[in-house]
């Protein structure tokens, strides 16, 4: 029953900023780590960055230096701060969100936000 949000796509000029949200809903299961993917036309989908339970992160090599990924954990949400955008950035994000309940671990996908970087 766990859903997840996706919100801040649009249109940005290269050089611009944007900011994606990630809200999932509450459950009985918890967080163990959220992440954002990337999927430009006709390619396939890539990892962008990722947050665990613990903090730490990681991002791709394409992206390390702009982005960043933090979290709010009292209101499930994670956030991609996105700076010095570029045409290569171009792609639909999907937020994902790991989730586990005792021995048991699940994935939830978020709908997609377009991310169109263009002059």
């Known amino acids: 029953q766990v859903q997840v949000v996706e919100s801040g796509g649009g249109l940005v000029q290269p050089g611009g900023s944007l900011r994606l949200a990630c809200a999932a809903s509450e459950s009985a299961f918890s967080i163990k780590g959220m992440g954002w993917y990337r999927q430009a036309p006709g390619k396939q989908r890539e990892l962008a960055a990722a947050?665990?339970?613990?903090?730490?992160?990681n991002y791709a090599d394409t992206v390390k230096g702009r982005f960043t990924i933090s979290r709010d954990n009292a209101k499930n949400t994670v956030y991609l701060q996105m700076n010095g955008l570029k045409p290569a950035d171009t792609a639909v994000y999907y937020c994902l969100v790991v989730l586990v309940r005792g021995s048991e671990a699940r994935e939830v996908w978020g709908q997609g936000t377009l991310v169109t970087v263009s002059s």
């Open positions: 947050i665990t339970s613990d903090g730490s992160t």
